[in-house]
């Protein structure tokens, strides 16, 4: 079993930043890929960003990169998602995830665990 708990949301403006934590905990979190998703009002649950937590190779939804960097810190099992030059689009609930992934990063379905989410809200 692995708990994630996210936290770190919040209200920005238009170009300003937020930076999302999500703290892991639970049997072998250091061999889990973690990932962000996000939610928005009336829409499909989408891919954020990953990240492997062997390789440290990262991915990125086409909208968000160059905007959002996802880093970890392993020594304290957690992921971050950086987020700088915010959009109002970019308002959702915000999603932690976790996995043991192969093939697909930004499949939803990869991944066995879930945090409880963290709203974002981006003022235009």
């Known amino acids: 079993q692995v708990q994630l708990v996210e936290s770190g949301g919040g209200l920005a403006q238009a170009g300003g930043s937020l930076k999302l934590s999500c703290a892991a905990s639970g049997s072998s979190v250091g061999y889990w890929d973690m990932a962000w998703f996000r939610q928005g009002i009336g829409k499909d649950r989408e891919f954020v960003s990953a990240?492997?937590?062997?390789?440290?190779?990262?991915y990125y939804e086409d909208s968000v990169k160059g905007r959002f960097t996802i880093s970890k810190d392993r020594a304290i099992s957690t992921v971050y998602l950086q987020m700088d030059s915010l959009e109002p689009q970019d308002t959702a609930v915000y999603y932690c995830?976790?996995?043991?992934?192969?093939?697909?990063?930004?499949?939803?379905?990869?991944?066995?665990?879930w945090g409880q989410g963290t709203q974002v809200t981006v003022s235009s």
């Open positions: 990240i492997s937590w062997k390789s440290g190779s990262t």
């Open positions: 995830a976790a996995g043991r992934i192969y093939r697909d990063y930004s499949r939803a379905a990869n991944y066995d665990y």
